[in-house]
Every structure is written in structure tokens, then in C-alpha cells.
């Protein structure tokens, strides 16, 4: 590996859908790309073919997406769960929290960028909320930087 390579942490999980979403590219979007290409060609002439256009764009699209998915999946390192500290919040794990006086439980799992959505509760530890609860544990209160301010949080449990 190159020095000046970004590392990607990331669970096991989040490596093989990367894997996957990889071979899918490679497989199955590539070769629709090139027959959409194909087929725009065959509309005439390519200087105001707007179906030409799309399909070269989506090309390079799927082309850029193939290596930054090989290049993460290089240099994915593997998030082995902590289990001597099972009460402290790492990278892998999910944190339960409660924002207090009387806010709502949440939950998070704490992953590598490359694995983030957020929609499915799996935070970057890279983002401001996962950086104010690594490392601290269970029965703690934290303060956690969110895009509206600052909240004050109890940890209530990490799994």
C-alpha cells in the first residue's frame, strides 16, 4: 500500500456489500452502459443527441464509482469489535443515548465513512456526534456537537 493512501475502517459487513455492489458495477451496470451508448448512436447525430450525452455520463459516473469502490475495498481495514471494553464506545459498535433532561433514545452504529448511512442509523466516525462518544461508556453524559448545536447526552448502553 502506498503511504499517502487513505485507510477506510470498516466492519466485515460493510466490506462485502462494497464487494458486491462492486461486481454488480462491473457485471451487470457496465454492459447496460455501453448498449444504452449503442443504441444512442444509432439516433444520428451526436453533437445534439441528448441520449448519447446521458448514457457517456453515466459511463464515467459508473467508471469513477468502480474505482473508488476498488480502491476503498484495497484499503479497507477490518473493525475487529472490542470486547475487552464491552461498555465503551468504538468503532462497530452501537450506542444508545438519550439527550437530556427528557429527550428521546436513539441509537447509532458507529462505522467507517465508507459504510455511513445514516438513514440506516450507521454514523461516521468521522462525523461530529460519533467523535463526541468514542471512547466514552456507558452511564456517561456527554456532550455531543449536532448540526443544531450543542446537545447534552446520557450513554445508556453500547452493544
Do not use: C
Not at 127 to 152: C, D, F, H, N, Y
Amino acid at each position: 500500500m502506498m503511504a499517502n493512501e487513505k485507510q477506510y475502517p470498516m466492519t466485515k459487513e460493510g466490506k462485502e456489500k462494497l464487494e458486491q455492489e462492486l461486481e454488480y458495477l462491473k457485471t451487470v451496470k457496465r454492459k447496460e452502459v455501453v448498449e444504452r451508448i449503442k443504441i444512442a448512436r444509432g439516433f444520428g447525430d451526436l453533437s445534439e443527441n441528448s441520449e448519447y450525452d446521458a448514457a457517456k455520463d453515466e459511463q464515467a459516473f459508473v467508471e469513477s464509482r468502480i474505482q473508488t469502490l476498488e480502491n476503498m475495498i484495497r484499503n479497507a481495514v477490518i473493525i475487529e469489535e472490542d470486547k475487552e471494553n464491552p461498555d465503551v464506545v468504538s468503532l462497530g459498535k452501537s450506542v444508545t443515548f438519550i439527550e437530556l433532561p427528557d429527550g428521546e433514545e436513539e441509537t447509532y452504529t458507529i462505522v467507517g465513512s465508507a459504510e455511513a448511512d445514516p438513514f440506516e442509523g450507521k454514523i461516521s466516525n468521522d462525523s461530529p456526534i460519533a467523535k463526541s462518544l468514542l471512547g466514552r461508556r456507558v452511564g456517561e453524559e456527554v456532550t455531543v456537537q449536532t448540526p443544531g448545536g450543542e446537545m447534552l447526552v446520557k450513554i445508556v448502553a453500547v452493544k
